[in-house]
């Protein structure tokens, strides 16, 4: 009962609370002379009948309001049914009909069957009170009703725990920063990286990022790689959304090789994926977008000009983008206190690690048997090996001693390249797996692993742009090329013409020479 009153009504009740108490403890002498005494008997009445029924009076003087009128169904019973039918077979379909064609349509079912027809707003009110996830499901899709779907606010007996240790589930999702790259050599802008984090959903610590140029693919699971390098261990569950890039042979036969669970997402649950989405935010936001060459600007296209455009404030190569993003992640936001927590990442992880142990058996060595299980391969899986030049991996030659056996030239063999290390690949020759080099293996020696990955990233994004401007340069060449055999042909039959018009000429003056 006093759920259901505002505060007018509390207001009411309070004044009514105090005349009555007064009137029962002083009797007729100490009566406000502005209530009536017919309305003051009622109230007392009301007051003694709810402090029997209820053990309080109080609740006796409220007014019920809300109660006042004629609250009964007016409407025939066929009417209401045959609008709720409409309602659920006409309003609630993936055409997204209006309310008010929708009216228009029972009204005329109304008309044909001889009932009375509801009002415009009765219907618009019926259709109200049926809105939520069921009515946007039905209307525009899950992906639409997700927004309105029940979740869990807290954690009891019956909800599923996000990771009771550090190391225990690990999330990998990717996002494309918004910034233009250059490169550190000749200038050129290269584009926006990629980023893949890998985030421990017990202590929110960012395990392992890698920056990248190529789109997400099961390259970008290298990330795995970068958390051995920095942890000697992986997650034991690893939660991944439903992109292609998670489903090759390669990637799952690693989580396989070292006993890591693969959990996918539903799609379209951004809930899901909050842990990741949340970073990409705030590093975007307080990081990214402080930079030159940030792309904020782009979100509405008709106000970039040449002048605000990023490509032409680009300044940022990726090694250097990479080392001052790594701080951030490593050493900035993970000794910040984290609201979900209360207390920063790095400190949640290692007191997690301090209660539930270390467990030195998941250690894994970053040896060479390692890597190997991370090396991907390239986008058909081999390659054919051309005489005397090698196989072609990421629009660069590589070349084996094990590739001058003539019975492979021209043949398809099994390649993996190292996405670390643009100087070394192999390839599967003679039942074993074969070291090559490139031509740029001597630019590589005696680089640092870093120094490797960053440049091997820029390498392979200068040599697309590169195919792509071959790609452009061809399509020129072969327009100029078609426009000049058509001149050519033009030329051709304009002589012919002229050859054919001096023979008519020839022919008419030696009709008319006399015999």
């Not at 009536?36 to 007392?44: D, E, M, Q, Y």
């Not at 789109?215 to 990330?223: D, F, K, N």
């Not at 983008?321 to 993970?334: N, P, S, T």
């Not at 640092?448 to 200068?462: F, N, P, T, W």
Request: aromatic fraction near 10%.
């Amino acid at each position: 009962m006093l759920s259901n009153a505002d505060e007018q009504d509390l207001r009411t009740v309070n004044l009514r609370c105090r005349v009555v108490r007064r009137h029962l403890q002083n009797g007729q002498c100490d009566v406000d002379p502005s209530v009536p005494s017919r309305t003051l008997r009622r109230w007392a009445a009301s007051y003694r009948a709810a402090e029997t029924k209820y053990g309080n009076g109080y609740f006796g003087l409220l007014p019920r309001s809300h109660d006042r009128g004629n609250s009964t169904q007016r409407l025939p019973e066929n009417t209401r049914l045959l609008m709720n039918e409409f309602i659920a077979g006409d309003y609630e379909t993936l055409k997204q009909k209006s309310v008010y064609i929708c009216w228009i349509g029972l009204k005329r079912a109304c008309e044909e069957r001889n009932t009375q027809a509801p009002s415009y707003k009765t219907f618009s009110l019926a259709v109200r009170s049926k809105a939520g996830f069921r009515q946007t499901l039905k209307r525009q899709g899950r992906r639409a009703a997700y927004v309105q779907e029940p979740f869990y606010i807290e954690l009891d007996l019956k909800t599923p725990r996000h990771g009771d240790r550090p190391f225990e589930i690990g999330h990998i999702d990717h996002t494309e920063l918004d910034v233009e790259v250059v490169s550190g050599h000749t200038g050129q802008v290269l584009g926006r990286p990629w980023m893949t984090l890998l985030i421990d959903a017990f202590s929110r610590r960012v395990l392992a990022v890698h920056l990248t140029f190529d789109a997400p693919s099961y390259r970008s699971c290298m990330i795995l790689r970068e958390c051995v390098r920095r942890h000697r261990r992986l997650p034991q569950i690893v939660v991944l959304d439903g992109g292609r890039e998670f489903d090759s042979v390669y990637f799952e036969t690693l989580l396989a090789r070292y006993e890591c669970r693969k959990k996918t997402l539903p799609p379209a649950k951004a809930r899901f994926r909050s842990v990741c989405e949340r970073l990409f935010g705030i590093t975007n936001t307080r990081f990214i977008h402080n930079l030159a060459g940030n792309t904020q600007i782009t979100r509405n296209v008709r106000q970039v000009t040449k002048s605000v455009n990023p490509k032409e404030h680009a300044s940022w190569p990726l090694p250097e983008l990479y080392d001052y993003l790594a701080e951030y992640l490593y050493e900035v936001y993970d000794t910040i206190e984290h609201p979900a927590l209360g207390l920063p990442p790095r400190d949640a992880y290692q007191r997690g690690m301090a209660v539930t142990g270390a467990r030195p058996h998941r250690q894994i060595a970053d040896d060479l048997e390692f890597q190997m299980w991370t090396l991907p391969t390239a986008a058909k899986g081999t390659a054919k090996v051309a005489p005397g030049r090698g196989v072609k991996i990421n629009h660069v030659y590589y070349w084996a001693e094990s590739l001058r056996d003539p019975t492979l030239e021209h043949s398809q063999v099994g390649v993996r390249y190292d996405p670390f290390d643009a100087g070394v690949a192999y390839v599967f020759v003679g039942g074993h797996w074969a070291q090559c080099h490139s031509e740029y293996h001597l630019a590589f020696r005696g680089r640092s692993e870093k120094e490797i990955a960053l440049a091997s990233a820029e390498l392979r994004r200068q040599q697309q742009c590169h195919s792509q401007g071959l790609e452009i340069t061809a399509k020129k060449l072969a327009g100029f090329l078609a426009s000049v055999e058509s001149e050519e042909a033009l030329l051709l039959q304009r002589q012919r013409d002229r050859e054919s018009r001096d023979g008519r000429n020839r022919a008419t003056r030696h009709r008319r020479r006399p015999a």
